[in-house]
């Protein structure tokens, strides 16, 4: 009788912790804003740059709070369904680079554009999509975001032209949609991403020519992790000066693991575009803690020691955590509540992932073509046919 009633006292104990929990937060008087100083940008061809200060409001903070952590544990699900042999082929994790992706987003509108390399699942996330599309993409069930059948490299979503698996060649496209939005006279600019590996291409240098010449509204941002797959910025590069390589473009070399480093910049590049100056180049200093894929262990080229400085000094989401926490603009047991609400959401969208059914084959052809009525595609074997249904 009395071990029944102490476990009965312990789980009343513990069911009226949380609710107290959350009456603490709740009643807390926290800032509604903070101002930071951020790191200055370096400069080339530029008279002046973003500030040096910035304001965080509550409301935001909470929000790239979660952005980022979501964009963590989303990551780190698909390391652990790649491993389960869950997701196949090629698959690139950002883990550690959550502040390009989200800072970049909030510096720009929604009806802005976005093109970027292979590691796209946090832009496709913070492009609006759900991470239940995005997981099921990976896995390539029928409820992805690109019907199953785009994978990890081809994601898209509303003015987000994916996902680009061949090295460089998003470039030219962004280009592309600059000279679109420059054509229609719609206020838009197009954020064209780029690694440390693919900054070698003649292609890029090629764009680079073409948009200043035409004074397009394109900003090129390259995100140096430090390694080109497994090659450092150092062995590959005889300039690492990424920002300069425009020549004739001006450039800023940015704070990567700092988002509202990454957010300041973004609005400052945008700005520049969207006044009729022509391309701007970024250079997003930032690490990746995974390797290059999911076949780069990520140990042989750096030591797990120089991994494990970086998690413990310049890691994005511990930056901003600690920002907010010491500002009063959130407390350490609210930022853990939201880290609970990540995870049951991640994990959700993992069981759907695997639950939902694989696209049949005979919707192959489904998708390649828009506007059209149906009509036959030829398929591997020239006899047999597939109807393609836009």
Request: hydrophobic residues 35%; contains cysteine; aromatic residues 8%.
């Amino acid at each position: 009788m009395r071990k029944m009633l102490a476990a009965v006292s312990r789980v009343l104990a513990g069911s009226a912790q949380k609710p107290a929990s959350r009456v603490l937060v709740a009643s807390r008087n926290f800032a509604n804003d903070a101002t930071f100083e951020i790191k200055k940008c370096d400069l080339h061809r530029l008279e002046e740059g973003p500030p040096v200060t910035t304001v965080l409001t509550r409301e935001d903070g909470l929000k790239y709070y979660r952005m980022m952590q979501t964009v963590r544990r989303m990551e780190l699900k698909a390391d652990q369904l790649y491993k389960q042999k869950i997701i196949r082929g090629f698959c690139h994790l950002c883990d550690g680079q959550e502040a390009c992706c989200v800072g970049l987003e909030a510096g720009i509108n929604p009806t802005d554009h976005l093109i970027t390399a292979y590691r796209a699942h946090g832009f496709t996330f913070t492009r609006g999509l759900p991470v239940r599309a995005i997981l099921a993409e990976l896995t390539g069930r029928r409820g992805g975001c690109a019907k199953g059948k785009g994978g990890s490299m081809h994601m898209y979503a509303k003015n987000f032209y994916g996902g680009n698996g061949i090295v460089g060649a998003q470039v030219p496209l962004g280009a592309g949609i600059a000279l679109a939005c420059k054509y229609n006279g719609k206020d838009e600019v197009c954020l064209t991403l780029y690694g440390d590996g693919a900054a070698n291409q003649g292609q890029i240098f090629e764009a680079y020519n073409m948009a200043a010449l035409w004074k397009l509204p394109c900003i090129f941002i390259c995100e140096n992790n430090r390694y080109g797959m497994g090659t450092s910025v150092e062995r590959a590069a005889a300039s690492t000066d990424y920002y300069k390589r425009g020549d004739f473009i001006p450039g800023l070399r940015v704070d990567g693991m700092d988002i509202l480093c990454v957010r300041e910049a973004t609005k400052f590049a945008a700005a520049y575009c969207r006044s009729g100056k022509g391309p701007i180049l970024m250079e997003l200093q930032t690490y990746r803690y995974h390797g290059h894929s999911m076949s780069d262990p990520g140990v042989s080229y750096r030591t797990r020691e120089e991994i494990q400085e970086v998690r413990s000094k310049s890691d994005p989401i511990m930056l901003l955590k600690d920002r907010m926490v010491n500002s009063n603009l959130a407390s350490v047991e609210e930022l853990k509540e939201i880290d609970v609400e990540v995870r049951k959401e991640i994990e959700d969208a993992a069981q759907f992932a695997t639950a939902d059914p694989e696209p049949p084959l005979e919707e192959l052809g489904y998708h390649i073509y828009s506007s059209d009525p149906p009509f036959e595609v030829r398929g591997a074997n020239q006899w047999i046919k597939f109807k393609s249904v836009s």
